[in-house]
């Protein structure tokens, strides 16, 4: 099993003309993933890589009966498009666009939270639920942009705010024989969808998942509240990395919400905070696997 | 993005929030004559995007317009924590009673934009935070009804502030978030907020970040960044919309994708060694980005050796190398580089590298432990 995402998911890509929007449709159906449809206002009739593509989310789901977008569009379209998933009356949007205004975020998780949409990202990777070759081909779901060739079925949940430093945990994982059960990146953003917690909750319940690996790292402290969380309601073991102990403060790393800004922003606090309640945590990504075995 | 304390403040008053009367001078004889037209005393502020301008030295008082233009002359040109002061804002001097330290941010964890104030003001808002909590106060503004009068007044009436300010301080700080909302602030902040010997509220200091995600439609405000205060380097970055950050090591690293490359620099120091830089090549590493990747980490004269850090997934390891060896061609060097590949086709590109006589690692910690050897 997995969390959010399996072989019931019914995807719709906004976005799905665009060059990344067309790119990981096809990757994600040769991975197994069940995409319905696509939406590109003014595209709509044509068809791209087999899935029908309509002008609008509604008329998608008049027509497909999704329960799940992956938003692939530019920043400036991309809060317009999760009103609309929203709107449509989709329940999991999973937003991949990196750059979209912080206000525009603060009232884009009002509106969802409002309808009890659940959010992943935005800049994110997405969800992956490792599957295996079969006769009907891959039986694996991703939503996203996650590599399928670096995942493996397997019980170790993977939570994280980084794209490639979470694959960099993953193939360590997969290499030493370690399988996973879903692999979510919440994103890099300082206002996100869903958070360590709401993951951790879901990972705690999934009978398929049996132990959990975060990937954190400075700004905001998100960290310190997953720590509460575990001490409080985790019976799964968690190992832990924390990205960004030589970041300099008040300097944006990259990524939009990765800034120390104040004491509770930094690695060590947050290590600190996961070390108090028993999270393992390791001094570099490679060791992950040592304390998750 | 960040913008100096003459544009923040003007924008504040775009908005409703009283300044100080003043004007910009780039010269010692244009400051004389804006003190002599403003009148009386008046205050010579350095324009550097940085803090503690005051205790460097680049803020000073002038009793008359000769004096103005002597303290112009000696802030003009001044260094102040590796920033040249090009401007100065000569303002007119507030008569100041009391200080009060007023913000808006946004509020992370409960997703929302956060008033911060403080009767302390003047000081440093973190040292207040640490030392006298009780002082300040907070208010959460939700964007569906904005800030509302009995907020400002739950604030106004917590510091002590005289009854009859309060209607001024609301429309201060509506005003200021009507700033906050209209330019896509990260932050606006008043500190000193004065409170004058005529019983008036004055914005004697501003400072204003925006958030860079939204400058795609505020054309007027990207044109406000001034480009003498980025680095030769920041500027090269910006254009190919690499992530970079000078640091003070001697390990230059390149890196895709933002996370990976704090952990890089994360495990250069865990061996041992000292990073140079973050630099973070973003998703798709073609030839170009990497050429302008590498210029720029070489033009860091302490930059001792070079640790490439690639995850290829989407991306594909073989065209990555071909896209290092094309760029070594161009640029030419002697710096020793270390290559780490790894994912799609790391195989083939590490062959690539070395054949081309680059050294090559397989784990991040290899990698880190042959960059540190070399530098």
């Known amino acids: ?293 | 993005m960040n913008l100096h304390e003459y544009q923040a403040k003007w924008l504040f008053a775009q908005h409703g929030v009283p300044i100080p009367k003043g004007k910009v001078a780039t010269t010692g004889s244009q400051a004389r004559s804006i003190a002599r037209e403003l009148g009386g005393r008046v205050v010579v502020k350095s324009q550097v995007l940085t803090g503690g301008r005051g205790k460097a030295g680049g803020v000073k008082l002038a009793n008359d317009p000769d004096e103005a233009e002597s303290i112009a002359n000696q802030i003009l040109g001044l260094d102040i924590k590796g920033y040249t002061v090009r401007k100065v804002l000569v303002d007119e001097a507030a008569n100041i009673r009391d200080e009060i330290y007023l913000a808006i941010l946004i509020d992370r964890s409960r997703r929302l934009p956060m008033m911060m104030a403080s009767a302390a003001g003047g000081m440093d808002i973190e040292q207040v935070a640490a030392e006298t909590p009780e002082k300040i106060f907070r208010i959460h503004i939700d964007p569906m009804i904005g800030l509302r009068s009995y907020q400002s007044t739950y604030v106004a009436s917590g510091m002590d502030l005289p009854p009859k300010l309060w209607r001024e301080f609301h429309i201060i700080t509506t005003g200021l978030f009507d700033a906050f909302r209209a330019v896509d602030a990260s932050l606006a902040e008043i500190n000193p907020l004065v409170v004058t010997g005529e019983n008036g509220l004055l914005a004697v200091d501003g400072k204003l970040s925006i958030d860079d995600n939204a400058l795609f439609r505020h054309p007027e405000l990207a044109e406000m960044r001034d480009v003498d205060e980025e680095t030769e380097s920041e500027r090269e970055a910006r254009q190919y919309g690499l992530s970079y950050i000078q640091l003070d090591g001697n390990i230059g690293c390149m890196v895709n994708g933002a996370g990976l490359a704090m952990a890089t620099m994360d495990v250069i120091k865990l061996y041992g060694g000292e990073p140079a830089n973050f630099l973070d090549i973003g998703g798709g590493a073609t030839t170009e980005s990497v050429t302008a990747a590498l210029r720029i980490i070489l033009a860091d004269a302490k930059v001792k050796a070079v640790l490439f850090n690639i995850f290829g997934g989407i991306v594909r390891g073989d065209e990555v190398a071909n896209g290092i060896v094309e760029a070594l061609k161009q640029i030419g060097s002697d710096i020793p580089m270390v290559v780490r590949l790894l994912g799609t086709n790391a195989e083939e590109g590490l062959q690539i590298l070395a054949d081309a006589n680059m050294a090559t690692a397989t784990t991040l910690t290899e990698a880190a432990q042959k960059a540190v050897a070399l530098a």
């Open chain 1, 1 to 293: 099993m997995s969390i959010l995402i399996d072989q019931n998911t019914r995807l719709l890509v906004h976005g799905i003309t665009g060059r990344q929007g067309m790119f990981h449709t096809e990757k994600m159906l040769a991975y197994g993933t069940n995409v319905v449809g696509g939406i590109t206002p003014g595209k709509g009739g044509q068809w791209v890589h087999g899935v029908p593509v309509f002008n609008t989310a509604q008329k998608a789901m008049e027509a497909t009966g999704a329960n799940c977008s992956m938003i692939s569009v530019p920043a400036r379209f991309a809060a317009d498009s999760m009103y609309e998933a929203a709107d449509a009356g989709i329940p999991l949007i999973i937003c991949l666009t990196e750059g979209i205004p912080v206000q525009d975020m603060i009232e884009v998780r009002a509106y969802l939270d409002r309808l009890g949409v659940r959010l992943v990202g935005p800049n994110c990777p997405g969800l992956i639920t490792p599957g295996k070759p079969g006769r009907a081909g891959m039986s694996g779901t991703k939503v996203g942009i996650t590599p399928g060739s670096i995942v493996m079925p397997g019980r170790a949940g993977i939570v994280s705010r980084s794209g490639t430093l979470t694959y960099e945990v993953i193939y360590a994982l997969t290499s030493r024989g370690i399988g996973q059960s879903t692999c979510i990146g919440i994103g890099g953003d300082p206002i996100i969808g869903s958070n360590f917690i709401d993951v951790l909750r879901m990972f705690e319940e999934d009978p398929e998942t049996d132990r959990v690996v975060i990937i954190g790292e400075i700004g905001g402290n998100d960290e310190q509240l997953a720590a509460a969380y575990i001490s409080k309601s985790m019976t799964k073991p968690v190992a832990a990395f924390i990205a960004g102990r030589t970041a300099p403060p008040g300097r944006r790393m990259g990524h939009a919400g990765a800034i120390v800004e104040g004491a509770s922003g930094t690695a060590e606090a947050k290590i600190e905070a996961l070390e108090a309640v028993g999270v393992k945590v390791a001094d570099h990504p490679e060791q992950i696997v040592e304390l998750i075995s």
